[in-house]
């Protein structure tokens, strides 16, 4: 995972002012200064804001991008093993697989369940029949297995 380093950067400025802040406290209370509690409040705040900047930018993992994709809204998430993404209806036809994939990069495997293992996505798109009646049509469906294994794409 890679740090990003505007957040290191400012996490570490703001836990050197934390540091600071710190002193002005100490100094603070031993000269009975009457904004004391006021700079205890500060301090903390402030050691809060380093530790969350140093924490997120830890754990920060931007999206991941597929040549030739489209960004495609997730329309449906039942938090197990079912994922479905709605294509627009002017998507190219060789941009079903790519879009596909690059939705199943980015879904995130934390908390779900399968019997099989596998979270099936499906980029899907309405088609009218006729006036006030319409079908969804799958074009392209991938399996993403939940303990790394990849995307497969489904003929």
Not at 8 to 14: C, E, F, P, S, V
Not at 81 to 91: K, N
Not at 123 to 149: F, H, I, W
């Amino acid at each position: 995972m890679p740090a990003d380093p505007l957040l290191l950067k400012a996490g570490l400025w703001l836990g050197v002012a934390t540091g600071l802040l710190l002193l002005a406290t100490v100094v603070g209370f031993v000269a009975g200064w009457g904004t004391r509690f006021r700079l205890v409040g500060v301090t903390s705040f402030t050691g809060l804001l380093a530790i969350s900047c140093l924490a997120f930018a830890i754990s920060y993992s931007p999206r991941t991008q597929v040549a030739g994709a489209v960004s495609v809204p997730v329309v449906f998430d039942n938090g197990t093993d079912l994922v479905i993404a709605a294509a627009p209806a002017d998507l190219p036809p060789e941009a079903y697989r790519p879009s596909l994939e690059q939705v199943a990069l980015n879904l995130k495997s934390s908390g779900r369940t399968s019997p099989d293992g596998l979270v099936h996505v499906r980029l899907r798109r309405v088609d009218s029949v006729e006036p006030g009646l319409s079908r969804p049509v799958v074009l392209v469906e991938a399996t993403v297995g939940l303990r790394g294994e990849g995307v497969t794409v489904l003929p």
